[in-house]
């Protein structure tokens, strides 16, 4: 999770996940981010709402089985 997250945060502070990597929130900004959620909150820009989170989860679903996937693999000595 903390390599997807490098990968979503910009590079101003604005940006960055403001939560505790130990939150749910953590979570949820990098599942809003995955949906297509721009990361701003202010000047017009809303909050992530249910379809842009679905969107979000449903990638971030993909991701962790590839990773448990591969995880798997180079444990049992797969190529």
């Avoid at 490098?6 to 979570?27: H, I, M, Q, V």
């Avoid at 297509?36 to 962790?64: C, E, N, Q």
Wanted: proline share 6%; no cysteine; net charge positive.
């Amino acid at each position: 999770m903390q390599a997807i997250n490098a990968t979503l945060e910009g590079r101003t502070e604005k940006l960055k996940n403001p939560f505790d990597p130990a939150s749910l929130a953590w979570y949820a900004w990098i599942a809003a981010r995955l949906g297509g959620w721009s990361g701003y909150t202010s000047r017009g820009y809303k909050l992530p709402g249910p379809k842009i989170m679905a969107r979000g989860l449903k990638k971030l679903d993909a991701m962790i089985l590839g990773w448990l996937l591969a995880s798997r693999s180079a444990v049992a000595g797969l190529p």
